[in-house]
């Protein structure tokens, strides 16, 4: 078999998709994006396929080499994410030719199905517990929302009070009927995140993500030693190489890998494997769609460390299409008490709807996120 083609296509919300097609007729599909960077991403996918057409598609390993290492410069979100992408679309290849889902390939189920979480709140945290509650009547007990709006490198108390309040609501209102993680989106800086997770601890979170920024990873040990809240990130991180010295420093409880953004599969169950052996969870990151997230939930499938797979169901950035809306076999994608099953089809276990994508590619997306500035009109992380 030789791979023959690749094919992208921007689609609503803010993704990319990609087909790899082969002599053969077998098509598999990957997802490669960074959210706000799609044709910067799409861009190097088709400057890759240099090494891909033509190639045997059965040869992961080997064409994963090539992409990170055939072109001397290596990492980085764009090229981290075209190569996992083509990745994806691999190991898509792959399962459907040998008629097994990918999860068989690397070696079988650890787990029946994953535990999701959904997101409430949006950019700026509100309607919090109303969100919660309705989709506590769907079934989901399992949330994640943004901690905080701006947040200055040191700010006043009000600040503090207000991202805590929110929480301190959800307690008083639904008691310990939810679980939830805050995500802190690299708002916070040193300063703050130790008075913040102070103050959030009494209300239990199941983690904080990205209490600092990734660039500051050498702190993630020291806030650990000042709060029993297990402390995550990842999806800032691109291979192997960075989540290494992260694991070394230490403070990290869960690390949360993208598969589109972090290598694919092969990169991402390495990485895996290297939490499991400092103790660490898995939650990969998935604000994406409906190709990232069945590559994540294989990874799941089979690494016994993974904990929570996140999904964007509904999620605030979801406009123009939501995460089932490009698939014909959404009923495999079921949640049922914010479980996920295994995927049964081969592959990935995605049928795309093409003429959808074809479609969505006419009006391809410009997302961006939003441009924050604070009081003084300073750039603000969003
Ligand atoms: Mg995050």
């Not at 690397?106 to 409430?120: F, S």
């Not at 990290?252 to 092969?266: E, R, V, Y």
């Not at 006419?362 to 924050?372: C, E, F, K, Q, Y």
């Amino acid at each position: 078999m030789k791979i023959t083609r690749l094919t992208t296509y921007h689609a609503a919300p803010r993704w990319l998709f990609l087909k790899v097609e082969t002599d053969e007729g077998v098509t598999g599909w990957g997802e490669p994006v960074i959210e706000g960077k799609a044709r910067s991403v799409e861009a190097a996918v088709h400057e890759l396929s240099q090494y891909v057409v033509g190639q045997d598609p059965a040869r992961i390993n080997d064409l994963w080499q090539t992409l990170y290492r055939g072109g001397f410069y290596r990492g980085g979100a764009i090229l981290m994410s075209a190569i996992a992408g083509i990745d994806q679309a691999l190991w898509d290849i792959k399962g459907k030719a040998l008629g097994v889902p990918v999860y068989q390939l690397l070696g079988g189920l650890v787990r029946d199905r994953m535990k999701t979480y959904r997101w409430v709140g949006g950019d700026r945290p509100a309607d919090i517990v109303a969100q919660m509650q309705a989709h506590q009547a769907l079934g989901y007990d399992t949330f994640k929302l943004n901690g905080t709006e701006e947040m200055r490198l040191i700010d006043s108390p009000r600040a503090v009070d207000a991202a805590v309040a929110k929480i301190a609501g959800i307690r008083a209102a639904l008691g310990d009927t939810v679980d939830f993680g805050i995500d802190f989106h690299g708002r916070v800086g040193v300063p703050m995140a130790r008075t913040l997770l102070r103050e959030l601890e009494p209300y239990r979170p199941l983690f904080v993500e990205e209490p600092v920024l990734a660039e500051h990873y050498e702190h993630y040990a020291r806030l650990a030693d000042t709060t029993s809240i297990p402390l995550a990130a990842g999806e800032r991180m691109y291979s192997r190489f960075e989540f290494k010295h992260v694991l070394a420093q230490g403070g990290l409880a869960m690390l949360q890998p993208d598969l589109s953004h972090a290598g694919g599969i092969t990169e991402c169950l390495k990485i895996a494997a290297m939490a499991e052996a400092h103790d660490v969870a898995l939650a990969p990151h998935c604000p994406l769609g409906p190709v990232a997230l069945a590559a994540c939930l294989q990874v799941d499938l089979v690494s016994h460390n993974a904990v929570l797979q996140e999904q964007s169901i509904g999620i605030h950035y979801n406009q123009g299409a939501d995460l089932l809306d490009y698939l014909i076999n959404k009923e495999d994608f079921a949640c049922v008490d914010g479980y996920i099953a295994a995927l049964p089809k081969p592959g990935l276990g995605v049928e795309i709807d093409e003429e959808r994508l074809i479609h969505a590619n006419r009006t391809p997306p410009d997302w961006a996120n939003p441009l924050w500035r604070h009081a003084d009109g300073s750039v603000a992380e969003w």
